[in-house]
């Protein structure tokens, strides 16, 4: 079974540029994560998808971040406009819904703001 | 916000010996988790207490929970040089709703 796909796993970019994640999560799980994750740090929840709707965004940052996750699978993450600050690790996660209490994390986008 | 925070923060022993590691946490739960994260990866589920549980073990890993002092504690024996990784605890919240609260982590170095 595959795990949880993302891409690209690592980003560099300049202030203020936008940029974008991918997370493509276990086939047939219906929920999906995504978690910023800074040096030092645990994963801290940005946004949880239910299929395909957004039933938790509170940490997520709107002035900047937005996210997607079309016909409930694949998902994107977006920054626009990216501050020195966002530099961290991106995780996404899924879980299915017979076993929600267990998350299987893909390998992390690392974005580095210069 | 983190929930939980893990103590010690780093942790280094030689291969063979127990790693003891703890988590703290705030608010009531209905379960806790731990998982591993090697350096530069994900993060792995490696074992899950429910909050009407006291002890659980999985193979080489011992978790205890203690609801009335909000902590926990995960006891690897006979570590291994591939034991070497992050360790994190997960909290849910009361409230439901598949939202999980990660600790700090415990940077575990087992010396081979």
Known sequence: EAGVVQSPRYKIIEKKQPVAFWCNPISGHNTLYWYLQNLGQGPELLIRYENEEAVDDSQLPKDRFSAERLKGVDSTLKIQPAELGDSAVYLCASSSWDSKDTQYFGPGTRLTVL | ?112
């Not at chain 2, 806790?32 to 792995?44: A, D, F, I, K, P």
């Not at chain 2, 999980?100 to 575990?108: C, Q, V």
């Open chain 2, 1 to 112: 916000s983190q929930q939980g925070e893990e103590d010690p923060q780093a942790l280094s022993i030689q291969e063979g010996e127990n790693a003891t590691m703890n988590c703290s946490y705030k608010t009531s739960i209905n379960n806790l988790q731990w998982y591993r994260q090697n350096s530069g990866r994900g993060l792995v589920h490696l074992i899950l207490i429910r909050s009407n549980e006291r002890e659980k073990h999985s193979g080489r890993l011992r978790v205890t929970l203690d609801t009335s002092k909000k902590s926990s504690s995960l006891l690897i024996t006979a570590s291994r040089a591939a034991d070497t990784a992050s360790y994190f605890c997960a909290t849910d919240s009361l409230r439901g709703g598949n939202q999980f609260y990660f600790g700090t982590g415990t940077s575990l170095t087992v010396i081979p």
